[in-house]
């Protein structure tokens, strides 16, 4: 994370998400999601943070996604996220040529 990037309180993230703090700690106790730490030991969200929650809000509230299902989405999420870099990888290695 470059110094430049803002990040957030859990104070802060609660009320940018609309959630509690409690849901912010249990979220991440469940990896949900991770903020990084302060040398204080302070949760510091970062904006992809916060747009994370806000996914997650998204599936519990509008979708009735519980969170074990939850952690399945985020986790198919990632492996399509590195899927879809390995491909780009691999196009560039094979000089642009779809693969």
Excluded: W
């Excluded at 040398?39 to 996604?65: C, H, M, P, T």
């Excluded at 299902?69 to 560039?92: C, P, S």
Aim: hydrophobic share 35%; glycine share 8%.
């Amino acid at each position: 994370m470059s110094n430049a990037e803002r990040t957030y309180t859990i104070k802060v993230a609660a009320r940018l998400t609309g959630m509690h703090e409690q849901s912010l700690r249990m979220y991440e106790r469940r990896g949900l999601v991770r903020p990084a730490r302060s040398k204080g030991n302070i949760r510091r969200y970062s904006d992809a943070d916060v747009e994370q929650i806000r996914f997650i809000k998204r599936l519990v509230d509008d979708l009735g996604v519980n969170l074990a299902g939850v952690e399945v989405i985020l986790q198919m999420r990632r492996q399509v996220i590195e899927l879809r870099q390995e491909l780009e990888r691999l196009q560039r290695s094979c000089g642009g040529v779809e693969v």
